[in-house]
Nanobody
């Protein structure tokens, strides 16, 4: 079992930055790929970014490319999402997720591929 706990959300103005963190505990694996998803009110959960188990590969949804950066510090079992130039449309609950992958460069982008999920952290961007 893997436990994921997100933090770092909050209320900011358009153009501001936030850094989300996701701390992993329990049966973490060196083969864990990690991802960020978000869900706005009335909308389905949306893929945001993922990072491969070896940290060498990342993937982003087009709407956040250039503005968001995903990273991981496996010494601290922590994943980050640096969000810059935030827009009102980025408002959502942000979730981190993990999955054991077969290949260290895999970057899963489908929610159903992930096995473990955090409880979410709210990000609200005012205009």
């Amino acid at each position: 079992q893997v436990r994921l706990v997100e933090s770092g959300g909050g209320l900011v103005q358009a153009g501001d930055s936030l850094r989300l963190s996701c701390v992993r505990s329990g049966s973490v694996s060196s083969r864990d790929a990690l991802g960020w998803f978000r869900q706005a009110p009335g909308k389905e959960r949306e893929f945001v970014a993922s990072i491969s188990a070896n940290g060498g590969n990342t993937y982003y949804v087009d709407s956040v490319k250039v503005r968001f950066t995903i990273s991981r510090d496996d010494d601290k079992n922590t994943m980050f999402l640096q969000m810059n130039s935030l827009k009102p449309e980025d408002t959502a609950v942000y979730y981190c997720a993990s999955v054991v992958t077969m290949f260290s460069m895999d970057t899963p982008i489908v929610a159903g591929q992930y096995h473990y999920w955090g409880q979410g952290t709210q990000v609200t961007v005012s205009s």
